[in-house]
């Protein structure tokens, strides 16, 4: 079997963005200025975000058999991802965000799971790192990541969107990846290093990060950038995280590298379309050494 720098275990969606002035109340109707729809998903933007940054990567997840399915499957193949344990079901969407944006940026998001919600797949492929989040069943990642580390794998979880983990996930992590609010529902990282996990990488925006283990407690600070859009910030450091780990760098040193990532994140729209690319990430990473304080 092909061996992966980074196998992805996660969500696809199709963003379906609507643009008004402002947003309907119940049972009202409002005209709409604009509509879009974007690639996305966690496990999609972080699958495209490890391969740009020069990870072989294969994407473990689940579309529908619409529209939306194939487009999704042709986005993740033209970034040269693996997709052949991207299965097709056939009786449930491909998962949907539905999202309303007003002129004040404030917004409102229905997430329809659809196909998320089946990803159990048969066969795991192999790879340096198996990294997920929790846009798909819970068990399933836990079953992946037992299956990783029963291979040698590093396991990297991004505990998004917030959920409680069992003590039977939390057991199969060797680096959980919160950003502020998720590492408070986790209930600190105290908490995830009782639990057996050796390695907590706290994201906090612009303020950098904080990387946790029994042993120490060290923060980078964020990379300066004039962010216009700060999403797909995390799902970029985590890609970029997955892929430094792969190819034998230390905790710190690829922490150094997806910091950089994230922070170029910020300065373009969208979440697949802000994924950086190696050299660009690259030459950020190098305006600093790898300081922590
Ligand atoms: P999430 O999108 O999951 O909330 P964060 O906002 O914490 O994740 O962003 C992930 C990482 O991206 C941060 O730890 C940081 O390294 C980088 N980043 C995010 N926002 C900024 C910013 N405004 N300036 C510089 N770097 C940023």
């Known amino acids: 079997m092909r061996e992966f720098d980074v196998v992805v275990v996660g969500s696809l969606n199709l963003d379906l963005v609507t643009r008004t002035s402002r947003l309907p109340g119940p049972g009202e109707t409002v005209i709409g200025r604009s509509y879009a729809e974007f690639p996305g998903g966690k496990g999609l933007n972080q699958a495209v975000a490890a391969a740009r940054a020069g990870a072989s990567v294969a994407l473990v997840g689940a579309v529908g058999s619409d529209h939306a399915g194939a487009l999704l499957r042709d986005v993740a193949r033209n970034e040269g991802i693996d ?28 997430v329809v799971p ?126 970029a995280l997955a892929t430094r780990l792969a190819v034998g760098d230390s905790l710190l040193a690829a922490v150094h590298f997806a910091a950089a990532a994230g922070a170029l994140a910020t300065t373009k729209h969208g979440a697949v379309p802000s994924q950086a690319h190696r050299s660009d990430i690259e030459a950020l990473a190098a305006t600093r050494p790898t300081t922590t304080r």
Do not use: K
């Open 83 to 110: 997709v052949s344990h991207l299965v097709t079901v056939a009786d449930e969407p491909t998962g949907r965000a539905i999202i309303s944006v007003d002129d004040d940026g404030e917004n409102s998001i229905i």
């Open 114 to 239: 659809g196909s998320n919600a089946c990803v159990a797949p048969a066969e795991l492929p192999v790879g340096q790192v198996v990294i997920a989040q929790l846009e798909i069943p819970v068990a399933t990642v836990a079953a992946a990541f037992r299956t990783a580390r029963g291979r040698g794998a590093t396991t990297v979880l991004n505990p998004a969107p917030a959920a409680e983990l069992s003590n039977d996930l939390l057991s199969a992590c060797d680096i959980v990846v919160p950003n502020e609010h998720e590492i408070e529902l986790l209930g600190g990282t105290e908490r995830l290093l009782d639990h057996g996990v050796s390695q907590i990488v706290v994201t906090r925006g612009g303020a950098g990060v904080d990387v946790v283990t029994r042993a120490s407690s060290l923060h980078l600070d964020a990379f300066p950038v004039d962010p216009v859009d700060t999403t797909g910030a995390g799902d970029a450091f985590c890609g």
